[in-house]
């Protein structure tokens, strides 16, 4: 059985990589997919325990993590479309209207 | 007996008021004049018939009496104060004077202010005047007549600056209000001073409490006397005596039917008002009835001084109200202390028959500069005679009376006051202590008394004097002699007229004729006013003749006696006309000088004497320069600490400090904060997982990094050691020991305590280690141990 602690080592690799997706780009969609992997290697995580512990529930809570993640990207994308309609980019540096 | 609608008295003025202030501006001057004069009217009919009442069918609590609303007015605690008004004897006569001369005046006013173009405004403050006054008069406890006593003095106020387009005429009222305020603050005083010691507030309670207050002392005094004083105090305001009497002359920035009303017969008489009616309060404390008397005499001569040189009509009756009201005082003052009473009946009277004569007085000088055109110096006028008859003659008999004239009312109330003051006796207790004392006092059995009356006596007689001197004085210059005005042209008239329309108009005069005549005869409605008083002012006095002169007359003071007792001094007939015909007899000096000086226009001897005594002149011209002294004693004083507060503590505390500073900080910790919030997301992001990193690593090594702390137990060579840790949670922890600081460490142990037994005797270092398994961290602390 492959022990846990790679599980966790992939995931937090996972998480590291959409973290710096969403922390250094600017291109707001490469931002959103930062957060899928971000997303994702929570599951993973959960995923892992819950082979390790033998507890279904934080499978159960990984497909709610799932669920979610698509209506993130769902609302996310949509308002990316709205925003690059209007602006013709979706850079987040140049999108600072809210601050004024 | 149905219960008599007593609140009506005051609440058909303040309806006429409120109709006129809300909606009068549409109803049209005819109504206007109906509903304020018919108002007024009502409420002096409503007061006749209470009057007769308590005449025919006096009730068993000797006071006819009614409230407002049923409910309680005021309820805290264990106070509860109704909205109730009483009708006594007392209130009785007050009420018949306000709401009759209030209603003549009304009427007067209709003609005066007839082309003045707030005459609604007018109107409404004469109405609201009148209700607050019968308030202040019905006013069955002391709260309520302090609401009527501060009503008046608004309405003094607003109608004082009546004709606010001028600062000076502002600036009067508020004089006025300031002054009276400080005034208001005594009376407000003497109230809470009443209530804390006898527990209620209404006149016919306090009177059977009257003992608690002559009980409690303070400062070995009875509180009665402070009561007395502060309510004095009060009185000085509101009745301008010495030392609030400064507002009233300025007062005279009103229209004239205001200075009559409120500054001559009515308002200024409620602190004589106030003083009979606590006059219980004052029998319990004899000697502050000699203040009172003492305040109304050096009033009475202090003002009149001033009136003799005055050169403005309205200014010369103001100091003549001053005086009398200072006559009034006295009356009220005057003591017996044998028969334990005062000679309130005769202040009574005095009030009585002044506001008949100085009505008069203030409305023939308001018909002769509504006449003049607003021409108020004495010095530009002369020989009005010609051209104002009812004037004249109503004047004239209004300075008899005022000058105590035989038989005129004035004769009758102010030889009253005189002849009470002589048999005037105030207790005092304790022996003299300076030689003026010694004067003042005879030994009189085991009690001294004061017989100050021996001293007021004089004074009061050469402000009687002074009276009719500058009475008459006033009476020549106007009405006698030639006319000294500005020659007036039919072209100069007419052009005046045209020109002056406005100011006319917003001043109250009316020119009928184009004639060359520099007066004209007023309207009837002014004529008539000043006859039905000159009248009054004849024949008032019959109702107080003494009962040594003509024993059953003395209406006034029969009907006054269930309320006030009378004075009981043992004169005689005879002594009664001594006293009269010295009276009579200083009048008669001082009607003859004016007549000497004065009866041709202002005669030469009067030029010499202003000539060789300047100083003295303008001494007496300029009122004693008591405003300017005023103005360095008090004024100056607080203006620079209001000036000093305002820069010191409103500019810079207030302002600077706490409001500026407070933005200050806010703002500054906002431009520090705005960096934060600098509206980059992905900051935001690291800021967010940065934090999220710090906290799970603090929360997971807090444990070792605390864990390696250590108590140890020295007992002899023995040493026990404890890692205590970051308490529970630092079970997971594993511990070593290395006692002697070599970097020797016993074996790894998952318990905190280890015990070691020392060789050899000394300082020994410890180190103890604290290791997370999880992750390998270590955490150390070291400390030395003396062992023997």
Not at chain 2, 275 to 290: D, G, I, K, N, W
Request: with cysteine.
């Amino acid at each position: 059985m492959i022990p846990i602690h790679w599980f966790l080592e992939l995931a937090a690799v996972l998480f590291v990589v959409g973290s710096l997706g969403v922390i250094l780009r600017r291109n707001a969609l490469i931002m959103l997919m930062g957060i899928e992997l971000q997303l994702n290697a929570a599951n993973l995580t959960l995923v892992a325990f819950s082979r390790a512990y033998h507890d279904a529930h934080a499978q159960a809570f990984a497909f709610i993590v799932i669920a979610v993640a698509a209506a993130e990207a769902a609302v996310g994308l949509a308002i990316l479309v709205g925003i690059f309609r209007n602006r013709r980019s979706v850079n987040v540096d140049e999108l600072t209207i809210m601050k004024h | 007996m149905a219960e008599f609608p007593l609140h009506l008295i005051p609440i058909l003025p303040f309806i006429g008021a409120a109709i006129a202030l809300l909606i009068g501006r549409r109803l049209g001057k005819n109504v206007i004049t109906l509903l304020c004069c018919g108002s007024v009217a009502a409420a002096f009919i409503v007061s006749v018939k209470g009057f007769l009442v308590l005449h025919h069918d006096l009730p068993p609590t000797g006071a006819l009496v009614g409230r407002f609303f049923e409910a309680p007015w005021i309820k805290a605690g264990d106070l509860n104060i109704s909205a109730g008004l009483a009708m006594d004897h007392l209130s009785a006569i007050l009420c018949l004077v306000v709401t009759g001369i209030g209603f003549l005046i009304h009427v007067y006013s209709t003609a005066y202010m007839e082309h003045d173009e707030n005459y609604t405004r007018f109107f409404a403050f004469l109405n609201l005047f009148t209700g607050s006054m019968l308030i202040l008069v019905l006013g069955d406890s002391l709260p309520v007549t302090f609401v009527g006593w501060e009503g008046v003095g608004l309405c003094s106020y607003l109608l004082i600056g009546f004709w606010l387009d001028k600062d000076a005429n502002a600036l009067a009222g508020r004089k006025a209000f300031v002054v009276n305020r400080i005034g208001d603050f005594g009376f407000l005083l003497a109230m809470f001073l009443i209530y804390s010691r006898t527990g209620t507030l209404k006149y016919t309670e306090l009177a059977g409490h009257i003992d608690q207050l002559s009980a409690h002392i303070w400062f070995g005094l009875p509180v009665a006397y402070f009561v007395g004083l502060l309510v004095l105090v009060g009185a000085t305001g509101k009745s301008a005596q010495i030392p609030l009497y400064i507002w009233l002359p300025d007062a005279m920035a009103g229209p004239t039917p205001v200075s009559a009303l409120i500054h001559a017969a009515t308002m200024v008489t409620a602190g004589v008002y106030v003083v009979a009616r606590l006059h219980f309060v004052f029998e319990a404390a004899p000697v502050t009835l000699a203040v009172v008397a003492v305040v109304g005499a050096i009033t009475a001569l202090f003002a009149a001084t001033i009136g003799i040189a005055q050169r403005d009509m309205k200014k010369v009756l103001a100091y003549s109200t001053v005086s009398q009201l200072g006559f009034m005082f006295v009356g009220v003052g005057t003591y017996l202390n044998n028969t334990h009473t005062a000679n309130y009946q005769a202040g009574i009277f005095h009030l009585v028959t002044h506001a008949f004569f100085k009505a008069c007085l203030f409305l023939g000088a308001g018909s002769v500069m509504h006449g003049l055109n607003g021409e108020g110096d004495i010095m530009r006028m002369g020989g009005l005679r010609k051209w104002m008859p009812h004037t004249r003659w109503t004047f004239l008999i209004a300075c008899l009376a005022i000058a105590g004239i035989f038989p005129l009312s004035g004769f009758w109330s102010k030889d009253a006051i005189l002849g009470g003051v002589w048999h005037a006796s105030w207790l005092t207790s304790g022996p003299p202590t300076n030689f003026l004392e010694k004067m003042a006092f005879a030994k009189d059995g085991d009690q001294f008394v004061i017989h100050l009356g021996h001293f007021l006596y004089p004074v009061l007689l050469l402000a009687a004097g002074c009276t009719a001197f500058y009475m008459f004085r006033l009476y020549w210059l106007a009405f006698g002699g030639e006319y000294r005005g500005p020659a007036v042209s039919s072209a100069a008239l007419a052009h005046a007229v045209g020109d002056a329309h406005d100011t006319h108009a917003a001043h109250g005069h009316d020119d009928h004729g184009h004639d060359h005549a520099p007066a004209h005869e007023s309207p009837p409605a002014i004529t008539v006013v000043l006859w039905i008083l000159a009248i009054g002012a004849i024949v008032i006095g019959f109702l107080g003749i003494p009962e040594v002169v003509r024993p059953g007359f003395d209406y006034f003071g029969e009907w006054l006696s269930p309320v006030l007792p009378p004075l009981v001094a043992d004169e005689s007939a005879s002594e009664f006309w001594m006293f009269a015909a010295i009276a009579l007899a200083v009048s008669g000096i001082g009607i003859g000088l004016a007549w000497v000086l004065y009866g041709h226009g202002p005669a030469v001897a009067v030029r010499n004497f202003v000539a060789r005594a300047p100083r003295l002149y303008r001494l007496v011209f300029n009122k004693y320069y008591v405003d300017e002294i005023y103005d360095f004693l008090v004024v100056r004083p607080v203006r620079f600490t209001a000036f000093l507060l305002w820069k010191a503590f409103d500019a810079f505390f207030i302002d600077l400090i706490l409001v500026n500073g407070v933005g200050f900080l806010v703002s500054g910790f906002g431009k520090l904060s705005k960096y934060l919030q600098n509206g980059d997301l992905q900051r935001y992001i690291v800021a967010l997982i940065v934090g999220g990193a710090v906290i799970v690593g603090v929360g997971t090594h807090y444990d070792v990094w605390a864990g390696a702390k250590f108590e140890t137990a020295v007992a002899g060579r023995d040493v026990r050691v404890v890692a205590h840790g970051a308490g529970t949670t630092a079970k997971r922890l594993q511990y070593r020991v290395d006692w002697e600081g070599d970097g020797k460490f016993g074996a790894t142990q998952p318990s905190p305590n280890f015990k070691h037994t020392y060789d050899k005797p000394g300082s020994h270092k410890i180190a103890v280690e604290a290791i997370d398994p999880r992750w390998g961290t270590v955490s150390r602390e070291s400390r030395t141990v003396k062992v023997q």
